[in-house]
Nanobody, 116 residues
Framework: QVQLTESGGGLVQAGGPLRLSCVVS???????MGWYRQAPGKERELVAT???????NYADSVKGRFTVSRDKIGKSVYLQMDSLKPEDTAVYYC???????????WGKGTLVTVSS
């Protein structure tokens, strides 16, 4: 089956940068890729997405600070996080949407902790 593997999470001081990576285990037809996050006691929320055509979408809370990117074949997706804030602390999940409406795949998550 398709497996998404995230990396790059960890502990970082407020104001610092962190870069998350996600690799897709098998070649699939990708429509959209991106990142969601879930903070303690809160629901999972969209962080950033990028279509195979390059169109990006960001949550208002991260605009100007985070940048999502991908490779040309939809094998990997990245999230560059700058000027991190303690409220960015959450488990970050990689997300990939295939060609079908139910072809959604999720990573197991990587924890990002921002200290003040």
């Amino acid at each position: 089956q398709v497996q998404l593997t995230e990396s790059g999470g960890g502990l970082v001081q407020a104001g610092g940068p962190l870069r998350l990576s996600c690799v897709v285990s098998r070649s699939i037809a990708v429509i959209q890729m991106g990142w969601y996050r879930q903070a303690p006691g809160k629901e999972r929320e969209l962080v950033a997405t990028i279509t195979i055509g390059g169109t990006t979408n960001y949550a208002d809370s991260v605009k100007g600070r985070f940048t999502v990117s991908r490779d040309k074949i939809g094998k990997s997706v990245y999230l560059q996080m700058d000027s991190l804030k303690p409220e960015d602390t959450a488990v970050y999940y990689c997300y990939v949407r295939g060609t079908g409406p139910k072809a959604d795949y999720w990573g197991k998550g990587t924890l990002v902790t921002v200290s003040s």
